[in-house]
């Protein structure tokens, strides 16, 4: 059972605070594999997220779960479209466009986002003028816009019984992460769970 966790742009290598979801991620099961990458600014993700996704395809297997948080987001996504074997999804305020399309390998996506979160509105202009990864937009803004049952939207200003999170990176800050540590980690082994069973039509 093993998950993929990858972290956005303008962080330094093994970045703590994304990799403070780790742990929670192994309470419930999963063999974590962090695909770490250097500091880059946002306009070399349009030439550096294809070698990144290149250097990624060869490790992903059958069933695998992705977790990324803004450009790691566009990263699993362009994964995703190059046909790689991932079942399921969770985008945590993605630097993608709400309109995302869903690849037929992937069963689930969950989409985390909230209307604090102004980077990803930055996001949306700068691809708009063609500047970053052409897959780059506000998704962790504005949630999923598209009609895609199977991408589930949650409002993290108003997920119930939740603290409400307000910003780009704010999932991560500590007193956050207590709670939203194991609510990503039980939704990633829900869409686990559910790509392990086959569709009525295999049946």
Request: glycine share 10%; aromatic share 10%; net charge negative.
């Amino acid at each position: 059972m093993r998950i993929h966790l990858c972290h956005g742009i303008h962080t330094p290598e093994h970045n703590p605070a994304v990799m403070g979801l780790i742990p929670f991620l192994e309470a419930v099961g999963f063999e974590v594999l962090f695909p770490d990458y250097p500091w880059i600014a946002g306009l070399a993700t349009r030439i550096l997220n294809p070698i990144i996704t290149s250097c990624i395809r060869p490790y992903l297997k059958e069933g695998d779960i992705w977790v990324g948080h803004s450009n790691g987001c566009a990263i699993g996504y362009d994964l995703m479209h190059d046909g790689a074997p991932i079942s399921g999804a969770v985008f945590i305020n993605g630097a993608l466009n709400p309109r995302l399309i869903r690849p037929p390998q992937v069963r689930k996506i969950g989409v985390l986002y909230n209307s604090g979160d102004k980077i990803t509105e930055a996001a949306q202009l700068a691809e708009y003028l063609h500047l970053v990864d052409s897959s780059w937009g506000e998704l962790g803004h504005t949630g999923y816009e598209g009609e895609d049952s199977s991408i589930e939207n949650f409002n993290c200003d108003l997920q119930p019984g939740m603290p409400a999170l307000y910003g780009h990176s704010d999932l991560f800050t500590p007193v956050h992460l207590a709670k939203w540590g194991p609510w990503v980690a039980n939704y990633a082994l829900s869409l686990y769970k559910g790509a392990q069973i086959p569709p009525a039509s295999d049946v």
